[in-house]
């Protein structure tokens, strides 16, 4: 059997100072046939427009996502505490202005 059919697979998302195009990008991503795990979104931003702000948190209510805030910004440090945070055997970090391809 393939291992990687067997395992748990979750996404981790570094993000800082988006707003638009990381909804997108997470829309995208919960529209997949095939879903992840866990979709975790690592933000290291202060702040985010209204709609952004409400989006983020009405999908970690939802359990869709976990949105994780993260400080002080930096990319490293945001990878690292997405590899500490997921709880899937494999961890897949995709850039927040992503729209991947309906297989991903």
Do not use: C
């Not at 748990?8 to 998302?13: E, N, V």
């Not at 991503?29 to 866990?38: C, F, G, N, R, T």
């Not at 996502?65 to 910004?73: A, D, G, L, Y």
């Amino acid at each position: 059997m393939n291992e990687a059919a067997t395992s748990s697979l979750s996404i981790a998302i570094p993000t800082y100072g988006r707003d638009a195009v990381l909804v997108d990008s997470i829309r995208h991503l919960l529209a997949q046939e095939q879903q992840a795990d866990e979709i975790l979104v690592i933000d290291q931003s202060t702040s985010h427009a209204t709609d952004t702000e409400r989006a983020l948190d009405e999908w970690h209510r939802q359990k869709l996502i976990r949105w994780i805030r993260h400080q002080p910004p930096g990319t490293v440090g945001a990878m690292n505490r997405g590899l500490q945070e997921a709880m899937g055997d494999l961890v897949l970090f995709l850039d927040d202005d992503i729209i991947p391809a309906k297989d991903l």
